[in-house]
T-cell receptor, first 113, second 112 residues
Framework: ETGVTQSPTHLIKTRGQQVTLRCSSQ?????VSWYQQALGQGPQFIFQ???????GRGNFPPRFSGLQFPNYSSELNVNALELDDSALYLC????????????FGPGTRLLVL | GDSVTQMEGPVTLSEEAFLTINCTYT??????LFWYVQYPGEGLQLLLK?????DKGSNKGFEATYRKETTSFHLEKGSVQVSDSAVYFC???????????FGTGTRLKVLA
């Protein structure tokens, strides 16, 4: 069974740029959630995708957007990067019926200069 | 609004000491409760969960009981090991909105 994978592992961008982060869900999982974890903080829910549609959203502006593909992999896109976007971005997958148990990837660490 | 409060760390213990990490929550509904652990350089891993009041979750010697009357879900372990050194997160999950709310995490350091 393949776990959740994310790419890239690290990324450095400058303010105003755009970034795309990628996530491959665990085999058999059809739901993907994205989280932002600032240094020393807990993960903050960004949004969730189920069957290629956004299924819920946290308190993040529209410049945070996402996609889910037919194979249930997902992308997180962030436009007009700001310094405060520097964080660890976590992807978690689950099944629709077992959403309470999420399996997390190792994360992508984004630094915005 | 809904929230989770964890005791601040770091918590530093000697090997074989007893561990308690406090977690209390505020919720308008009836969430499921979780403890996740994050080892250095790794993603979050589910440690244990409880889905209703008075349920006890347990795993790897860790335990936590869903206390609705005190809105708490404290994590305990009778004898910690150096390998338990990690950051521990308490979290709520609401099945109606499919939303997780995490606490800020408590760093545990276990000394040999």
């Amino acid at each position: 069974e393949t776990g959740v994978t994310q790419s890239p592992t690290h990324l450095i961008k400058t303010r105003g740029q755009q970034v795309t982060l990628r996530c491959s869900s665990q085999s058999g999982h059809n739901t993907v959630s994205w989280y932002q974890q600032a240094l020393g903080q807990g993960p903050q829910f960004i949004f969730q995708y189920y069957r290629e549609e956004e299924n819920g959203r946290g308190n993040f502006p529209p410049r945070f957007s996402g996609l889910q593909f037919p194979n249930y992999s997902s992308e997180l896109n962030v436009n007009a990067l700001e310094l405060d976007d520097s964080a660890l971005y976590l992807c978690a997958s689950s099944t629709r019926t077992g959403q309470e148990t999420q399996y997390f990837g190792p994360g992508t660490r984004l630094l915005v200069l | 609004g809904d929230s989770v409060t964890q005791m601040e760390g770091p918590v530093t213990l000697s090997e074989e000491a007893f561990l308690t990490i406090n977690c209390t929550y505020t919720a308008t509904g009836y969430p499921s409760l979780f403890w996740y652990v994050q080892y250095p350089g790794e993603g979050l891993q589910l440690l244990l969960k409880a889905t209703k009041a008075d349920d006890k979750g347990s795993n790897k010697g860790f335990e936590a009981t869903y206390r609705k009357e005190t809105t708490s879900f404290h994590l305990e372990k009778g004898s910690v090991q150096v390998s338990d050194s990690a950051v521990y997160f308490c979290a709520l999950f609401f099945s109606g909105t499919y939303k997780y709310i995490f606490g800020t995490g408590t760093r545990l350091k276990v000394l040999a």
